[in-house]
């Protein structure tokens, strides 16, 4: 059974950083593409961040290009989301999420097939 622990969110003010971490255990790491999502309250899941199986490509949110960086280790079978100059609408419960031999433009939830218990972010004004 594939396992994925997210880590590394926090109460932040706006315009710090902070990265997130989301470990994967069973299955094949460099085989899955991974994704971050997050949920404010009252909204729907929404896609942050994607980056290939291959880990040729990646993809962003509109709303986080320039501000947030996708990145994998697949020696620690490992996915990072650096977040720089937070601010208070990155507010919400940040997910990673894992598909064998995904795309980074797969942004839609209902195709990822595992999920990390999420992590949440608090950005102050």
């Known amino acids: 059974q594939v396992q994925l622990v997210e880590s590394g969110g926090g109460l932040v003010q706006a315009g710090d950083s902070l990265r997130l971490s989301c470990v994967v255990s069973?299955?094949?790491?460099?085989?899955?593409?991974m994704g971050w999502f997050r949920q404010a309250p009252g909204k729907e899941r929404e896609f942050v961040a994607g980056?290939?199986?291959?880990?040729?490509?990646?993809n962003y949110a509109d709303s986080v290009k320039g501000r947030f960086t996708i990145s994998r280790v697949n020696a620690k079978n490992t996915v990072h989301l650096q977040m720089n100059n937070l601010q208070p609408g990155d507010t919400a419960v940040y997910y990673c999420a894992t598909r064998p031999f995904g795309l980074a433009t797969t942004t839609a939830a209902g195709l990822y097939n595992f999920w990390g218990q999420g992590t949440q972010v608090t950005v102050s004004s």
């Open positions: 069973g299955g094949t790491f460099n085989t899955y593409g």
């Open positions: 980056f290939s199986w291959t880990g040729s490509s990646t």
